[in-house]
């Protein structure tokens, strides 16, 4: 099992940053006290991933915040990220596993209780509870897992957990209470006119409800 | 350098297939003289990409023709195809050639004659002129390179070299004067009513005029 600590985890939007650069958003969310950065596009050519995937990885390593590619196990090896997140709908998790090799952190997207059960038998470095409630951020139309899901989650896996999907300053600590181990978001970091302190804010409520 | 047989060189198109599945295609086009299979895919999951790769290679390992993944290097990988092909947007070629070792097809668009040039610096497998003319396959508004292109590039080359782009019965025979060492075809094959007399036909012409 590989170390990490999910406890802000902010997952990349471009179209959601106000026409502000991965760079920025990033530099000023770490300053705030985000733990991993996740880089998901979509809709790109594989030129421009991994032109943002080595950018991002540039701004990342000097500040020893890991970079994890969502999706494409591709880049994360082109670039030599420190992991890949995958979903239900993306390469298997033993093909994953098996190629990128036992040092890199591979997280898995659950989205009902089944799955994070399934979970228990693989040796992923961490289970994202997707989504937690609704959100407009993803266009997936899953049944929010909620705080009840959370909680039933939290009482049988062997995984760190993050819980991503709508959440904000005002439900993280019901999130956390609930048992997550941590909180992944976009909109309420990338959207935010200060990203540096809607970090620091988010990271201070996970903090104190641990 | 791995040897590679792109005298017809046929390239999957699910929409422009007629409804039928690859699988039909790709065994009916082989009968016909297919002599390497590209799986091109946009806008679908990398777990559906993966299921067709898999599916593909299961089809064409018996009758030893190698799969070549467009663009996706993860797919190529996972599936463990004979090879991978990338564009001018796609994973920078040296990072694919380090990641899939030396044993592995890598093939390379070239959209000009100086990429043709440039490409004279890489041990890569073949190169792919694209287009030779205009297409309605490809959506990418490149100038065709024409014979002109073809003969210019095939006297300086030292690649094999296979065209792409709006070819047929018509115009095989001039491509393969004009020095390419094959063709490589979509609707020419999969959009026939009867494929595998269609790539019967075009390598034919391929195998006279050469």
Redesign the interface.
């Known amino acids: 099992m590989n170390n990490c600590d999910v406890s802000l985890y902010l997952v990349t939007d471009r179209e959601l940053s106000l026409g502000r650069s991965h760079q920025y958003i990033v530099e000023q969310a770490i300053k705030g006290g985000v733990t991993m950065v996740q880089l998901r596009e979509k809709n790109i050519?594989?030129?421009?991933f991994?032109n943002l995937a080595i950018e991002l990885k540039q701004t990342l390593k000097p500040l020893n915040i890991p970079l994890i590619i969502n999706?494409?196990?591709?880049?994360a090896?082109?670039v030599d990220a420190e992991g890949l997140h995958i979903g239900?709908?993306?390469?298997?998790y033993h093909?994953a596993r098996e190629?990128l090799g036992k040092n890199k952190i591979i997280g898995l997207s659950v989205e009902t209780v089944e799955q994070a059960r399934s979970a228990n038998n693989l040796d992923v470095d961490y289970i994202g509870l997707s989504p937690v409630f609704s959100t407009q951020t993803k266009h997936d139309i899953n049944t929010p897992l909620e705080l009840e899901g959370i909680q039933q989650i939290a009482s049988f896996t062997k995984h760190k957990t993050v819980a991503i999907g709508g959440i904000n300053t005002q439900n993280t600590a019901d999130i956390i209470k609930a048992g997550a181990d941590g909180i992944a978001v976009v909109s309420a970091i990338v959207s935010q006119k200060d990203p540096r302190q809607a970090a620091c804010d988010l990271k201070s409520i996970v903090d104190k409800n641990k």
Chains 1, 2 share one sequence.
């Not at 050519?45 to 421009?48: K, Y």
């Not at 999706?71 to 880049?75: G, K, P």
């Not at 239900?88 to 298997?92: E, L, R, V």
């Open positions: 050519s594989t030129r421009e991994y999706d494409r196990l591709d880049i090896l082109a239900q709908s993306d390469i298997p093909i190629i």
